[in-house]
């Protein structure tokens, strides 16, 4: 029986501010592919011209001045809105508090005529979390603590590495790395439940020569009644 392939993308943004109805923007998009909850190599990331200055909170937290964005296309042209769109398809996509990102994507999609991203759509990664370890801390960094996903790099935010780090901490979250595991057990069989090993029709001929083994065997017989070839023969 084929079994269904998903595929959803770990996606993160960084943004002029805290509100997406207040005239705040998004600075850069970085969205990572995964195939049955595992990345599959396929990443998007670029840099946006907001059209609008950078606030210094999110200068302290992400590095990105507005001397990094001046160059950069805004978000409705086409090499980011439509390369975007054509990355995502119409998977699901995972965030770490969707409900952020949700707003700031479908603010930016409205503004360029583009239908939004239904909520059904998103997976937010703060409510599995939140579900699974009730009072305990829920942020991304606490989760990559939680589940020993290696943030070294993260000395500032940034888009594409939130996004990889939010698809390890995805997969963790929904069982961990041995969920992927396939030990050619039978079609609906769980972890622990593999199959009979299949059976040789027939014995396979000794190689080991006469002489080799009586070499064996006298060696074994030296090492008394307590030797393992004897205990376990």
């Not at 990345?39 to 990094?68: C, H, L, M, W």
């Not at 059976?199 to 020569?209: G, S």
Request: aromatic share 8%; net charge negative; charged share 30%.
């Amino acid at each position: 029986m084929m079994t269904e392939t998903v595929r959803e993308i770990a996606f993160d943004t960084e943004t002029t501010g805290l509100e997406w109805d207040k005239d705040d923007r998004i600075i850069e998009l970085g969205a990572v592919e995964l195939i049955n909850h595992v990345p599959s190599g396929k990443t998007f990331q670029t840099y946006i011209n907001p059209g609008r200055p950078v606030s210094e909170a999110t200068i302290q937290i992400t590095g990105i001045t507005d001397d990094d964005l001046v160059d950069k296309p805004g978000f409705e042209d086409p090499s980011i809105v439509d390369a975007f769109l054509e990355f995502i398809g119409d998977a699901t996509l995972v965030a770490h508090n969707a409900k952020f990102d949700r707003g700031f994507l479908n603010m930016e999609l409205q503004r360029c005529g583009k239908p939004i991203i239904p909520e059904e759509r998103w997976v937010d990664t703060v409510a599995i979390a939140r579900k699974k370890y009730p009072g305990a801390p829920a942020s991304l960094d606490a989760l990559c603590k939680r589940f020993d996903v290696n943030s070294e790099a993260r000395t500032f935010h940034g888009a594409l590495l939130d996004s990889q780090l939010l698809a390890e901490v995805y997969l963790e979250l929904l069982g961990g790395r041995a969920r992927k595991f396939d030990f050619g057990g039978k079609t609906g069989a769980s972890m622990g439940e593999r199959a009979p090993a299949a059976q040789r029709p027939a014995p396979l001929d000794r190689e080991i020569p006469d002489q080799d083994q009586a070499t064996h065997a006298e060696f074994v017989d030296s090492l008394g009644e307590d030797a393992i070839w004897k205990r376990y023969a």
